[in-house]
């Protein structure tokens, strides 16, 4: 009887091909052991090794400076873009913003010292105060109250600011209502008159004044600082534009050396555009510096010079109504009007140099206009004084109407030269502000199209990087 034959056993199956095609081991396994299921860091490192195996050749290579050319001028672009951005938000902050309230807050400093010395002038008047110079007292209030309102309407984040004004607008009010009370007294012939009118005068000076005065520093630092914001050099843009520049050269002294050719097109379009937007940058930076220099040095610190001048002439004109307001009792205003107007002339006469108000004035004025206005008001000044000693003498001497009339009077006063000063000033400062506004405009208009320049010009120097090195790429294919 014949046995059945038994079949041999089938053979194992192959083991399947790995996903880049090189046939797996026992287990699944590939040639060096890597399990095609492996812990994370086991074909973390299989990728690493395959990186550095393609970065021995000279694609590989290639194709990291391809890429580091691309990020380093996208780099560079945004950089740019970034901080000119920023420059011209500061410029902008400068022209539309912070110049703008320190001028205010000037001018509520004037109109305030204004006020006062318009109430001082219609109290010496007698009953029968003038309509013009009731006028002008009501048009400073006005003013300084217009002003106010605008600046606290501005002053979001600056609580110097802020406070000063709360100060202003709380005490305002209790002035005004004292000058009032005063001409009540005074048209009724009641001495109770003079009393409030002093009692108005301290509350202006020893409170208003000094807190427009905190006002205008607030302001005045805080355009300084927008200033400085401004004229800084955007050093982080041109270091990454000088890099990126480094390193296209060297790329392109590689190509050289690798392949005798001596430009690659490519790297040489994306030098060229990150040469001219390097020499926009640093060219229009430094044209737009130059122009908020000017806008600081001819501008700007003139009208910080004819504020102090043209505030300092209101104070002393004022100190001079006081001084006979006070009948007899008014050497303290006496002592003041002194000070202040060796302050505005630094006890210089007209053409020396001298750390006077006026003289600092007039050093700052770059042109003839300027100089002439600064000018006629130190000459009005001395006039001023002289015929102030001829009030004084007659005031002295007993003769107090005659002194009133040398003060207020219509022709040879002491108040016709105040007039000339107040004029000449006015015109000096808006000289000077139409030299601010020209030049710090004309600064700024020096970064426009930057910042959209810079992009365009990055990408398209990155485009042409990548491009120049592809060219060089498809020589291995």
Excluded at 368 to 373: F, H, I, L, V
Excluded at 400 to 413: E, P
Aim: aromatic letters at 6%; glycine letters at 12%.
């Amino acid at each position: 009887m014949t046995q059945p034959s038994t079949a041999p056993p089938a053979p194992p199956p192959a083991p399947a091909p790995s996903p880049d095609g090189t046939p797996a081991g026992p287990s699944g396994t590939r040639p060096g052991g890597d399990s095609a299921g492996g812990p994370p860091g086991t074909v973390r490192r299989a990728w690493t090794a395959r990186l550095r195996q393609a970065a021995r050749a000279e694609p590989g290579r290639l194709r990291a400076i391809g890429a580091l050319l691309a990020a380093l001028l996208v780099l560079f672009g945004a950089v740019t873009a970034w901080q000119v951005s920023g420059r011209q938000a500061a410029a902008d902050a400068v022209i539309e913003h912070s110049q703008p309230l320190s001028a205010d807050a000037a001018r509520i400093h004037r109109a305030l010292a204004d006020a006062d010395t318009a109430a001082s002038s219609g109290f010496l008047a007698g009953g029968d105060e003038p309509r013009e110079v009731r006028a002008r007292y009501d048009e400073e209030i006005r003013r300084a109250s217009q002003l106010l309102a605008d600046a606290a309407a501005n002053s979001a984040g600056s609580r110097t600011a802020e406070r000063q004004i709360a100060v202003l607008n709380r005490g305002l009010p209790v002035y005004t209502g004292l000058v009032e009370a005063a001409r009540a007294d005074n048209r009724q012939g009641l001495p109770l008159g003079g009393a409030y009118l002093r009692y108005a005068n301290e509350k202006m000076r020893g409170e208003l004044l000094p807190a427009a005065r905190k006002l205008y520093t607030a302001e005045t630092t805080r355009l300084d600082n927008d200033y400085a914001d401004a004229r800084a050099w955007p050093l982080l843009a041109i270091g990454t534009g000088a890099v990126a520049l480094a390193a296209l050269g060297w790329a392109q002294v590689r190509t050289f050396r690798r392949t005798n050719r001596v430009f690659n097109p490519g790297l040489l379009g994306a030098g060229a555009a990150t040469l001219v937007l390097l020499v926009w940058l640093v060219a229009g930076h430094g044209t737009a510096r130059h122009g908020l220099g000017e806008s600081d040095t001819k501008g700007a610190r003139s009208l910080q010079a004819l504020n102090e001048a043209w505030t300092a002439s209101l104070r002393a004109r004022g100190d001079e109504n006081m001084t006979l307001v006070a009948r007899g009792g008014g050497a303290a205003y006496e002592d003041s009007y002194r000070k202040q107007m060796a302050g505005i002339l630094g006890g210089q006469r007209l053409g020396e140099p001298g750390e006077g108000l006026l003289p600092d004035a007039r050093a700052l004025a770059d042109d003839a206009a300027g100089r002439d206005a600064v000018k006629e008001a130190e000459r009005a000044v001395e006039e001023w004084q002289r015929r102030h000693v001829a009030a004084r003498a007659k005031d002295d001497s007993g003769e107090y109407d005659a002194a009133v009339r040398q003060v207020i009077g219509a022709k040879g006063s002491t108040g016709e030269s105040f007039d000339r000063v107040d004029r000449s000033l006015s015109r000096a400062a808006a000289h000077e502000q139409d030299q601010f506004d020209r030049a710090a405009r004309q600064g700024r208009g020096r970064l426009t199209g930057l910042p959209a320049g810079a992009w365009a010009l990055a990408v398209l120097g990155a485009a042409a990087a990548v491009v120049g090195i592809g060219r060089r790429l498809a020589e291995y294919r």
